[in-house]
């Protein structure tokens, strides 16, 4: 059964920073991508990055470049979301996520096509202050 659990989020000020972590089981850790998305309230769920120890692949949406970096630790199942420089517009729910594929490239088709990713974890909040 795959199972993605967040943890990590918090309340946090401007300028601040934050690292999350999603603890992923029931899958070869390895062999797929697992992305961070994010809903903040009255907005639509928004890909904000992804890993893939597969191909190599890494996916920032330009909102969060150069602040946000993803690494994952493959002996731990683990990805994590360095986030700093934290702003207020960051404040969402932050959900992990896999849909078993190889490559974060699927992040492109998934958006074109609306085609949702299978298995999520429960989310965890962040919420910076201004």
């Known amino acids: 059964e795959v199972q993605l659990v967040e943890s990590g989020g918090g309340l946090v000020q401007a300028g601040g920073s934050l690292r999350l972590s999603c603890a992923a089981s029931g899958f070869t850790f390895d062999d797929y991508g697992i992305a961070w998305f994010r809903q903040a309230p009255g907005k639509e769920r928004e890909a904000v990055s992804c890993i893939s120890s597969s191909d190599g692949s890494t996916y920032y949406a330009d909102s969060v470049k150069g602040r946000f970096t993803i690494s994952s630790d493959n002996a731990k199942n683990t990805v994590y979301l360095q986030m700093n420089s934290l702003k207020p517009e960051d404040t969402a729910v932050y959900y992990c996520?896999?849909?078993?594929?190889?490559?974060?490239?699927?992040?492109?088709?998934?958006?074109?096509?609306?085609?949702?990713?299978?298995?999520w974890g429960q989310g965890t909040q962040v919420t910076v202050s201004s």
């Open positions: 996520a896999t849909d078993l594929r190889p490559s974060c490239q699927y992040i492109y088709y998934s958006k074109r096509f609306n085609s949702p990713w299978s298995y």
